[in-house]
């Protein structure tokens, strides 16, 4: 998997992906978000480090934020939905996470791409 693939399912909109992709990526990305927060549970109170590890964590929390609705958007596609929906899925995160990793996609060609785990043939990649 080459840079561009990995910021197109990451950070595209355009295109579908199947389930275990999605629920890779999103438990990639809740991994991800919990190493600050571990570090910061360690270190002191009041301390550089500890202001830095906050820092981090809100850094990572909206990058991934932005992540968990591009991956959404693409799982919606897959399962012929509107990623706007998508949306939601910072609410729920981990029901998000659970309830779009066990539906099936659509199979075969649909609004959104010609297959899953790629982005659509000539998208903006704001679908």
Sequence with gaps: ????????????????????????????????QMFPVYQFSISPEESSASRFWAMLFWVFYF???????ALGAKRLHDMGKSGGYALLVPLFVALAIVILSLFPGEPGANQYGERA???????TGRE
């Design 1 to 32: 998997m080459d840079a561009r693939q990995i910021s197109w399912l990451f950070f595209g909109f355009s295109g579908r992906i199947g389930r275990a992709p999605y629920f890779l990526a999103s438990l990639l990305l809740v991994l991800l």
């Design 63 to 69: 990058l991934f934020l932005w992540s968990h609705v």
């Design 117 to 123: 785990n790629a982005p659509k043939e000539g998208g």
